[in-house]
């Protein structure tokens, strides 16, 4: 099957065909039929399957026959963090060149000037976080009584970060008769009950267990001591062939020392976490997507919803408390059919717990890196009855790391300043703590954000010519 096969015009037939697809993943194949039918959708689908493509496609033919007034979007998509709703900005752009569609995206970080001029100009597309959305309602820039197509994004995300008030209060703003697409990574008990707020009759589509890796992501695992991480790591990024790799880490203060210590080695990385300011983070990502840097060094919520064309590699620095996290990690590989290679680096009694959790959440054990050592056992590091002294590295052996220790060292000396938090923040600040009573504030203010770390700037982007143009509206 193919995507005219799908009832799609020949324009977007084309317009995927010039971006190298040649056929719907099973999301997209379920999803589209229905979409232009005008019926809700319930969808799961786990990251890496085209989800975001299931309703762009679709939205772009349906409103192809219209036009926007100023004020007065006639589409919806509602994500819970910048990132995502800049992924799906980005993919209705490219989607959408034999289209004259017009775009706007709100979010937080951005000049509140420049989205005023968008709405003002008329949308058929409004990609927006909620905090952000209703800020600008509450100032009188935008309407959403002509709102036609609902779409809420990562629901199940919605629901872990507080945003289901003011979702609620953005659909109570939409016309009632609607068409509403609803996806989350699950459909949890919980999930279900919340759609029943937003759908109408839908079609539920489910394309895969939200515990499956796909099988063209060839997992590997390999274990070492604490203090030989990022020695272990620098040996995995020597010995493969590693065209673009995200590499993640639990904690955001590791993150600035692990990039640190990989530049010290002669490794050119990026960060990408929640404390940096919000063009910070599109500069860092900017140059990543470009291939001017082949590494980038991101936590979990940060990367969330992340899509870069042929990622080669993914590097679990730390193993990932929460199985599913280790699902969505690799996902960022392997995707649209091109097989990647996933890499998770143990150390440690609770990694090997973690490693447990995970094995039985995918159903397989993850293979040893070849010639790696094997897990370590309960007893291990325990006195026993041997009193053989262990046999002292010859002074070759000490030479040969005593470089790479000192190295270290001098990363660890540098802690990121006021990031020892072991929990990501939230992404959209302004969306923090809302449908609790806050009062919100006409005042415009950027006083949430943080500053970026050492090896990233907080100023505007220097090189805007690779950034996409809905960003420089």
């Not at 007065?72 to 998509?77: A, G, K, M, T, V």
């Not at 996933?342 to 094995?359: L, M, N, P, S």
């Not at 002074?395 to 005593?402: E, F, P, T, V």
């Amino acid at each position: 099957m193919n995507f005219s096969d799908l009832g799609l015009c020949p324009e977007l037939s084309q317009a995927v065909a010039d971006l190298g697809y040649t056929a719907p993943t099973p999301i997209q194949e379920k999803s589209i039929p229905y979409v232009l039918m005008g019926r809700d959708i319930l969808g799961s689908a786990q990251t890496g399957t085209g989800k975001t493509a299931s309703f762009t496609l679709p939205m772009i033919e349906i409103l192809a026959a219209g036009r926007a007034k100023a004020r007065l979007p006639r589409s919806l998509i509602l994500a819970p963090t910048r990132e995502l709703a800049a992924q799906v900005a980005d993919s209705f752009e490219k989607f959408s060149t034999y289209h004259k569609l017009s775009m706007a995206l709100l979010i937080g970080g951005v000049s509140f000037a420049d989205q005023n001029a968008a709405l003002s100009k008329g949308v058929d597309v409004l990609i927006a976080t909620p905090g952000r959305l209703l800020d600008h309602f509450e100032r009188g820039k935008v309407l959403l009584t002509d709102v036609k197509i609902l779409v809420i994004d990562e629901a199940d995300r919605m629901l872990d970060m507080g945003f289901i008030p003011d979702v609620e209060r953005i659909v109570g703003l939409l016309p009632p008769l609607r068409q509403t697409l609803f996806f989350s990574a699950t459909l949890s008990d919980d999930i279900k009950k919340l759609s029943d707020k937003f759908v109408s009759n839908p079609k539920v589509i489910e394309v895969a267990p939200p515990a499956s890796t796909a099988d063209t992501v060839a997992q590997h695992l390999t274990w070492t001591s604490p203090r030989g991480k990022r020695e272990a790591l620098r040996d995995l990024l020597r010995s493969e062939d590693v065209k673009n790799a995200v590499i993640f880490c639990n904690r955001k203060r590791d993150i600035s020392t692990l990039v640190t210590s990989l530049k010290q080695h002669k490794f050119d990385a990026v960060a990408l976490h929640g404390d940096m300011t919000q063009s910070a983070r599109l500069e860092a990502l900017q140059k990543f997507k470009d291939g001017e840097v082949p590494l980038m060094i991101a936590s979990d919520v940060a990367a969330r919803g992340l899509d870069i064309v042929g990622l080669s590699h993914v590097f679990n620095f730390d193993v990932p408390g929460n199985a599913e996290d280790y699902v969505h990690r690799i996902g960022r590989t392997g995707r649209a059919g091109k097989s990647g290679r996933a890499f998770t680096i143990a150390a440690g009694e609770d990694d090997r717990k973690y490693v447990g959790a995970i094995e039985r959440l995918i159903g397989k054990a993850i293979p040893l890196v070849e010639g790696g050592e094997a897990a370590p056992t309960k007893s291990a590091g325990k006195k026993t009855g041997n009193t053989d002294k262990p046999q002292k590295a010859d002074k070759s052996q000490k030479a040969d790391k005593k470089a790479d220790k000192k190295t270290d060292s001098q990363a660890d000396q540098k802690p990121e300043a006021k990031s020892d938090k072991t929990s990501e923040t939230k992404p959209d600040n302004r969306s923090e703590g809302r449908g609790r009573g806050r009062s919100r504030r006409g005042k415009e203010t950027h006083a949430g954000e943080l500053p970026a770390p050492p090896d990233c700037k907080g100023d505007t982007l220097h090189d805007t010519g690779h950034v996409p143009a809905f960003l420089l509206r």
